[in-house]
């Protein structure tokens, strides 16, 4: 019987350079990734597929961006927003939302806002709005549910 034995060096440095480096390939790999998520949740918040639209001045939907980090030592890619109203985008409000109530004001007897024709609007409660899960949804568009 033939015996066939490998032995192989490995360099440390040009692995950690490979796998733990920010510009390495495995992190323009992951910026790629995340920019295809970014991408879509764009997509998603544009109201395309069983999601509601939301968008109004553009502004959550320009302020969506990819960057690599560092986790364990290991690049990854963050595609978030900064945008403080995106929470409730995303979550949802009133019975959408997770208190799961209607929205009532906290001083005086109505809530009051402008339309989008700049008249005001006044209201005893406002049941919220639908979420639009636009990134979580485009993780499982990009990469499938698991």
């Given at each position: 019987m033939a015996e066939v034995r490998i032995v192989s060096d490995l360099n440390q440095s040009q692995l950690n350079a490979l796998f733990q480096s920010r510009t390495g390939p495995l992190a323009r790999r992951m910026l790629r990734s995340g920019t295809r998520v970014a991408n879509q949740a764009k997509k998603n918040l544009m109201g395309r597929g069983?999601?509601?639209?939301?968008?109004?001045?553009g502004r959550l939907l320009n302020s969506i961006t990819v960057r690599t980090v560092m986790v364990n030592g290991l690049p990854a890619a963050e595609v978030g927003t900064n945008v403080e109203y995106a929470k409730w985008v995303h979550s949802g409000t009133g019975i959408y939302g997770p208190r799961a109530a209607k929205i009532y004001p906290v001083h005086g007897d109505y809530l009051r806002w402008k339309n989008k024709r700049g008249a005001y609007v006044y209201a005893r409660s406002v049941r919220g709005m639908?979420?639009?899960h636009f990134l979580t949804d485009a993780l499982?568009?990009?990469?499938?549910?698991?």
């Open positions: 069983l999601a509601p639209r939301r968008v109004n001045t639908e979420a639009n499982h568009q990009v990469f499938g549910r698991g």
